[in-house]
């Protein structure tokens, strides 16, 4: 079984700063998926990045990147010149392959983007 | 292209009643998936189904029916509906290709009394 853990419950950022929420995982799985999802206040489930493991190189999306640590097993996401709008939950996941292509979350961590 | 929706969108049951919520995708994907959000707690896996006519357990399936009649929807049953049950309900559905991207609904939110 896969578990994910976010130790940070809360964050705070100013505007146009920069942000890095962590995240660590512990897998026997050998190919897999991470993932990070964001979730305002109106509950949509948003995919922010996604990481393949065999990949070395860590993925960007815009002001989003993260920093991939296979062997320590973390997986961070850097949120760059924040904006009011990147308010929310942002949740970490798992996901093994092949197989049910089921995802393991971790508890989230509440963002607040301060003006 | 509506993606993936749900019904309803909130309810409030008492102890012991039962409800049915409905998932539905319109985009043919084999995989959809129930999960449940409790605060503090993140997303967990209730029940899935990787196509038409089966589903199996997840990580909290105690408490929940589903089924898979057709394959664009998929439904959660509560057959007597505890407090516990209490939770933010969401759906998701992924492709047989590129199975990695999970598109989740709008969720329900259930209150039991």
């Known amino acids: 079984a896969q578990t994910v853990t976010q130790s940070q419950p809360e964050m705070s950022v100013q505007e146009a700063e920069t942000v890095t929420l962590s995240c660590t995982y512990d897998t026997s799985e050998s190919n897999y998926y991470l993932f990070w999802y964001k979730q305002p206040p109106s509950r949509q489930m948003i995919l922010v990045i996604r990481?393949?493991?065999?990949?070395?190189q860590n993925a960007t999306e815009n002001r989003f990147s993260v920093n991939f640590q296979k062997a320590a097993k973390s997986f961070s996401l850097k949120i760059s010149d924040s904006q009011l709008g990147d308010t929310a939950m942002y949740f970490c996941?798992?996901?093994?392959?092949?197989?049910?292509?089921?995802?393991?979350f971790g508890k989230g961590t509440k963002l607040s983007v301060i003006p | 292209n509506a993606g993936v929706t749900q019904t309803p969108k909130f309810r409030v049951l008492k102890t012991g009643q039962s409800m049915t919520l409905l998932c539905a995708q319109d985009?043919?994907?084999?995989?959809m998936y129930w999960y449940r959000q409790d605060p503090g707690m993140g997303l967990r896996l209730i029940h899935y189904?990787?196509?038409?006519?089966?589903?199996a357990k997840g990580e909290v399936p105690d408490g929940y029916n589903v089924s898979r009649l057709k394959k664009q929807n998929f439904l959660l049953g509560l057959e007597s509906a505890a407090p516990s049950q209490t939770s933010v309900y969401f759906c998701?559905?992924?492709?047989?290709?590129?199975?990695?991207?999970?598109?989740f609904g709008p969720g329900t939110r259930l209150l039991v009394l």
């Open positions: 189904s990787v196509g038409e006519g089966t589903t």
């Open positions: 985009m043919n994907h084999e995989y």
């Open positions: 996941a798992f996901m093994a392959v092949p197989g049910s292509y089921q995802l393991t």
């Open positions: 998701a559905s992924t492709r047989q290709v590129f199975q990695e991207t999970q598109y």
């Open positions: 990481q393949e493991a065999y990949k070395q």
